[in-house]
């Protein structure tokens, strides 16, 4: 059976964003980030403080990021003393994040990461930082408490509560009370914060992975209050127009409604994008034949005209065996859904650079910080987010300059933790 050309061109068009409607993207994005300094009530992104500004770099001394030990040597220095990365979920073995898990056993979890980091001593006292990479309310740098889930995060008892206490309690109750929590950020601002210590000009902050979220440097130029890091939760912005693929992810995943940008750019849902555009193709609407975003690099990676490894993944997630010509179809499907991903991401830095440009003829020279799986390992997605910049910015694209940060959540929680402690 080969792919009905017709349906093909629409499911394509229907990932397809021009030049003008990014540029209205764009544009929207700013205004909403605009409405949302006057009231987040009026944004569709929560915008969010972090209760803290960027780095001076002078930032020293020892410092535990949850399982990570980390020594600052100030001047974007830093060394890992001990890590230990543990994830939260092994198929098969344990999943603190399911809906059947508890709060208690998650943070249980965690401290007994920080036992390991801290390679069981209980007299030395530490501060923590904590990279938590969920929408949280900040009343301070301490106090962040846990909004909503998002990424399909379901563990209960967790939402609604500071996120510091409930590792506090598992601390204490490991007998870690050497183990002072001192900060919670956003993941964003970990990225932001830990190649703000080391590069100049760096305003802005993204992931780019499972999750996708921005944070920037907001100056309140009005000076009505000091400089702060907003973490924009811009996975929340709606003011796009979603496809029909994506009203349908939306409705069947953990939040409908919630996270409508990200549920468009980012790895945990492109696969599911990806799989969706399949099943009508192969006249299964509704099969979920569980696609990755690795497998989608694999398709893209597929050079040869034969298009072997596109066919044999195919045939082993959906049961259907391609010929060469519909496994190209399916390569540029993915291709333009990986393109949308990253000119939206484009599109939504635009929007910040635009509101930080304010009135001045030119924008200053600015330096994107990114961490993420999709921007670092997804081919074709930095290089079509640069031309999504180049696109909207014209010449003034050349004073935008964009850094992987990848260890920034735990340099990052560090940096934090040393802030929290020059407050006392
Ligand atoms: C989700 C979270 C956000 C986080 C992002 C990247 O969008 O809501 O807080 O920054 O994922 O991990």
Redesign the pocket.
Known sequence: MAFDKQQFEDILNDFTIDSDELREIAGAFRYDLKQGLKDPDLSSMRMLKSYIGLPTRKETGEYLALDLRIRLDGDGKFEVLKKVAKPLVVPGKYNYIAADATAEQMFGFIADLVEEAVEGDHTKKYFLGHTF???SEQTDLYNAKLIIW??EFATPGVEGKVVNDLLKDALHKKGLDNVEPTAVI???VAVQLAAAYKHDNVNIGC?Y?????TCYLEPYADKAQEAMIL?L?S?GFNRLTPGRFDIELDKVSEKPGE?RL?KMVSGRYMGELFGMALAELFDEKGKNYGFTSIDMSAIMDDEDPQHPAIIKLVAEKTGHTLDAADADKVQDLVLRIVNRSARLVAASFVGILWQLQGAEQHLAPQTIAVDGSVYEKMPHAKENLMKGLSELLGEDAAQVTTVLENGGSGLGAAIAAAVAASRR
């Open positions: 990479s969920f929408p998002t990424k956003n993941d964003t992931i992975a499972t999750g996708h979220n973490n939760e996975g996270q990200e």
